[in-house]
């Protein structure tokens, strides 16, 4: 089940003045929906009175933070992104094992608990991307420069290294502060494009002597680790995220971004590295916050998707026979399978954070088959790990915890809240974008799928531009993952919307 990476491009500096004022009508949709839907799209006076103090990166003293800045630390990330959260690195054993290390941006180290700035990021909890603005749950001059991992720059890191079997069970891991450099920061297609043989090294990987084999390294640890993923049931679904893309500044569509092994390579350690933070942190006797998804309330309906495409699955929720099932379904039609994947999405429901007190029983995720799971390793964009990050650098120094336990209880409710507040930002200003494109197309008929039926509306999506819009006429009968055409009827920029009347039965 894909990581959620959520990213657009920027705009060009130079644009027409009608460009210019359809980029600024929809920054107006962004900051109204962040308002309407309690997200803070501004930083504070105080906010940014602590920024101004800020001037240079953290620094530590203490002689257990390790230095480990002379690794082969690298950054995978889109080709945009500048809040480089995590680095990694690969270092094989003697006993056939490889060592991966995944660091871990200390942004705890510069924005203190209870600062302005963390009071901003403990209000929205997220970042939140549009196709209008991004709106950064720490300010950019943090995010994407002082405590992010910058390229060539020394930072201050939480280290999660896992000793990873050939097998790809991880035999064993510990968790330390260290000192890092990233020597290469690199982007998910061209390090894709050459790991699948299909275009040369990217130039920032044949400037570091010994990075070609590193990332090699790392992609084949990263699909032993998917294997035994996999094999435990874990759902191997493509989604699809809309990326916007800009032609001399004006909106020009909405894309798939597509998985491709180097998002693969990130996923997986992403996945094991959280793992390891859960389980240290129930070692060390400290409460946390998880991350579950807990079994699907509408698993009939997925059933009953199977049966109309010819398969069987249990009466009873499975994880395992759910991801067989994918795993058949996207041999048999790979062309339907984001389709069919979106529909299981929808049906499986969404993920949400609860808190995880030490010796009771883990709720665990559905989609990725793991009993023991948090987030971690994403503190520039998410507060949760900013809370967990917390809580692990108490627990190495032995400290008190910094959140008592229904302190965490209550951001744990927070956190869903707002991540689901962000989802419906962000959301809207790609509709408001779609509604954008499909304004001139009135009248043109689409293939859809229904990727929402309730008593609240029947939604559909279809795919040029990556759009999903209201059935407003002949919706009966249809449910989530029923394929439909459908023509469009009308669009609203402003309020996001696209609707359209079914065509035929």
């Not at 040029?464 to 009308?490: I, N, S």
Request: include cysteine.
């Amino acid at each position: 089940m894909r990581l959620r990476a959520r990213r657009f491009r920027g705009y060009d500096a130079a644009m027409p003045q009608d460009t210019a004022a359809a980029q600024n009508a929809l920054k107006d949709v962004a900051r109204r929906a962040m308002l309407d839907n309690g997200l803070q799209p501004d930083f504070s006076p105080a906010a940014t009175e602590q920024l101004r103090k800020i001037s240079a990166p953290a620094v530590a003293s203490d002689p257990k933070i390790r230095d480990l800045s002379a690794l082969l630390w690298c950054s995978i990330d889109n080709d945009d992104s500048l809040d480089l959260d995590q680095l990694s690195v690969a270092e094989p054993q003697s006993n056939g094992a490889v060592k991966i290390l995944v660091a871990v941006a200390d942004v705890d180290a510069t924005v203190t608990a209870g600062s302005p700035i963390d009071d901003h990021a403990r209000a929205n909890t997220t970042s939140v991307y549009t196709p209008a603005q991004i709106f950064p749950m720490l300010p950019p001059r943090l995010s994407t420069d002082l405590t992010c991992l910058a390229q060539n720059q020394t930072r201050l890191s939480l280290v999660i290294e896992m000793s990873v079997a050939a097998s790809g069970a991880v035999e064993s891991s510990d968790i330390y502060r260290a000192r890092v450099v990233n020597r290469a920061k690199l982007a998910y297609n061209s390090v894709a494009a050459w790991l699948d043989g299909k275009a040369p090294a990217p130039a920032a990987v044949t400037a570091v002597p010994g990075m070609d084999a590193q990332l090699r390294m790392q992609d084949k640890v990263a699909q032993l680790l998917k294997a035994v993923r996999m094999s435990a049931g874990a759902l191997g679904l493509t989604t699809l995220e809309a990326q916007a893309v800009y032609e001399g500044g004006a909106l020009a569509d909405l894309r798939p971004d597509e998985d491709n092994r180097a998002k693969e390579l990130i996923e997986y350690f992403m996945i094991a590295a959280n793992g390891v933070v859960a389980r240290f942190l129930e070692a060390h006797n400290s409460s946390s916050l998880r991350r579950v998804l807990r079994k699907p309330e509408r698993w009939p309906r997925i059933v009953e998707l199977a049966r109309t495409l010819g398969e069987t699955l249990p009466p009873q929720a499975d994880a395992k026979a759910l991801s067989d099932f994918l795993i058949q379904r996207q041999r048999a039609a790979p062309a339907l399978f984001a389709d069919l994947s979106l529909a299981v999405v929808k049906l499986l429901g969404a993920g949400e954070y609860v808190l995880k007190q030490p010796g009771e029983p883990a709720e665990g995720h559905f989609g990725l088959a793991v009993n023991d799971y948090t987030h971690a390793t994403a503190p520039n964009r998410r507060f949760p790990d900013v809370i967990t990050q917390r809580l692990l650098k108490a627990a190495l120094a032995g400290g008190p915890a910094p959140y008592g336990d229904a302190e965490l209880r209550a951001l744990a409710a927070h956190c869903s809240l707002q991540e689901g507040n962000a989802a419906k930002v962000e959301r809207l200003v790609r509709k408001s974008a779609a509604a954008m494109l499909l304004q001139s197309r009135i009248g043109q008929q689409f293939a859809a799928i229904v990727t929402g039926a309730s008593d609240k509306g029947t939604w559909v999506r279809i795919m040029q531009p990556l759009a999903d819009g209201r059935l407003v006429k002949g919706f009966e009968g249809l449910d989530v993952g029923d394929p439909v055409r459908v023509q469009l009827t009308r669009t609203d920029v402003q309020r996001g919307f696209i609707d359209f009347a079914r065509v035929g039965s």
